[in-house]
């Protein structure tokens, strides 16, 4: 049970704004999904997205969440979304402690022409199953072609089907396995971000 000073918030009483607030400060915390995608017109993006998951082990499917544009581009589609929907793949790059900073570059509203690469000062790794360049600096990337888009309220889900999954060496722990402290995932806290902690166990671990 709450203790007795819990305090309690109705969805219908909050605005958009402050339950979004409530909802990224205790859902942490979460990892970034870097995302490469490609506009039909072959112009390179890259977009970090914080609401990410595992959908489906079997098929191997990984989820986004893509909100609607922000700032000077409020309520217009992100390129992001876009290039998903036209091309039909793109790439989960995962992000290290030391990409941060690129990443964060990336995240700025700019133009639909901008080659964000080029912006995050980061260099494109061609695939070997889709046509849309991976991070060569991140230490493992999911090379995906879309399964489908469900709308959520102003939001849309991105499901996608997991085809190639590349990963540096030093991120390689074996037996399919990632050396997580070697690779330091940075994580998505409520505006802020953080790295890992020394890890510990709590019963018996996944094999």
Not at 92 to 109: F, H, K
Not at 112 to 127: D, I, M, S, W
Request: hydrophobic residues 40%.
């Amino acid at each position: 049970m709450p203790k007795q000073d819990a305090l309690a918030f109705h969805a219908n009483d909050l605005s958009e704004q402050d339950m979004y607030k409530l909802m990224i400060g205790s859902v942490v915390p979460r990892p970034i999904a870097w995302v490469s995608s490609k506009s039909k017109a072959g112009v390179l993006n890259l977009a970090p997205f914080s609401f990410f998951t595992v959908a489906s082990r079997n098929p191997p499917t990984l989820l986004l969440s893509i909100g609607q544009g922000v700032n000077e581009r409020e309520g217009t589609m992100k390129d992001t979304l876009t290039n998903i929907r036209e091309v039909g793949e793109y790439v989960i790059n995962m992000v290290s402690e030391s990409l941060g900073e690129a990443m964060q570059r990336s995240s700025a509203n700019v133009e639909p022409e901008k080659n964000e690469f080029e912006l995050a000062g980061v260099t494109p790794r061609p695939c070997t199953t889709i046509n849309v360049p991976a991070v060569l600096e991140a230490p493992i990337a999911f090379e995906l072609k879309l399964d489908r888009i469900i709308p959520v309220g102003d939001d849309h889900l991105v499901l996608g089907k997991v085809e190639r999954v590349q990963i540096d060496s030093a991120a390689y722990a074996g037996n399919y396995k990632t050396a997580i402290e070697q690779w330091k995932p940075l994580a998505s806290l409520a505006g802020d971000f953080a790295g890992l902690t020394p890890s510990f166990s709590l019963g018996q671990k996944e094999q």
